[in-house]
T-cell receptor, first 112, second 115 residues
Framework: QKEVEQNSGPLSVPEGAIASLNCTYS??????FFWYRQYSGKSPELIMS????GDKEDGRFTAQLNKASQYVSLLIRDSQPSDSATYLC????????????FGSGTKLNVKP | DGGITQSPKYLFRKEGQNVTLSCEQN?????MYWYRQDPGQGLRLIYY???????QKGDIAEGYSVSREKKESFPLTVTSAQKNPTAFYLC??????????????FGQGTRLTVV
């Protein structure tokens, strides 16, 4: 069983601050990495994907990947109360690209 | 609008009953997936399908069954053999299965409760 680990939180940040969410994964062969946002009672929504080492920016979101350290992170700049949700990290790759493995998520609270 | 539609949104099952959860997509995606989410936990893969008339067991397939007779549809049956079926069930799809760099998109989910 491939493992994806996240701190469950909650992570509390004030409005306007940078929120930093972290994820580690066990399978060194993983090749694709994703961040999903999930509001309470709703389904996950894809917000970022990253496939190569380094940073990828999309608006207020930056995903960072370090395959050598088996580490993925998500930075949210200028955090808003509407960003309050659970953020799920997912990975796939290695021998079977059909299996997306998910972490249990980090709950983010952005305080006004 | 293109998307993935799951129905019903809420479902109640009596002990010993089989129930079927519907998942339909009009994104022309080849691959479809079923996941289960329990409170405070990540998503666990039940079944997946890369193409029509083919599907594979995921990590927690016991007590579940699926079919893929049409590209657009991937229904999940929760059988009476599933001893703890109360959970949030999520259907997802991706453009193509079995390739790297493919993103998965989710339907709105079905919340199943055993009564």
């Amino acid at each position: 069983q491939k493992e994806v680990e996240q701190n469950s939180g909650p992570l509390s940040v004030p409005e306007g601050a940078i929120a930093s969410l972290n994820c580690t994964y066990s399978d060194r062969g993983s090749q694709s990495f994703f961040w999903y946002r999930q509001y309470s009672g709703k389904s996950p929504e894809l917000i970022m994907s990253i496939y190569s080492n380094g940073d990828k920016e999309d608006g207020r979101f930056t995903a960072q990947l370090n395959k050598a350290s088996q580490y993925v992170s998500l930075l949210i700049r200028d955090s808003q109360p509407s960003d309050s949700a659970t953020y799920l990290c997912a990975v796939n790759g290695d021998n079977n690209f059909n299996k997306f493995y998910f972490g249990s998520g980090t709950k983010l609270n952005v305080k006004p | 609008d293109g998307g993935i539609t799951q129905s019903p949104k809420y479902l109640f099952r009596k002990e010993g009953q089989n129930v079927t959860l519907s998942c339909e997509q009009n994104l022309n995606h080849d691959a479809m997936y079923w996941y289960r989410q329990d409170p405070g936990q990540g998503l666990r893969l039940i079944y997946y399908s890369q193409i029509v008339n083919d599907f594979q067991k995921g990590d927690i397939a016991e007590g579940y069954s699926v079919s893929r007779e049409k590209k657009e549809s991937f229904p999940l049956t929760v059988t009476s053999a599933q001893k703890n079926p109360t959970a949030f069930y999520l259907c997802a799809s991706s453009i193509k299965g079995g390739v790297v760099n493919t993103e998965a998109f989710f339907g709105q989910g079905t919340r199943l409760t055993v009564v």
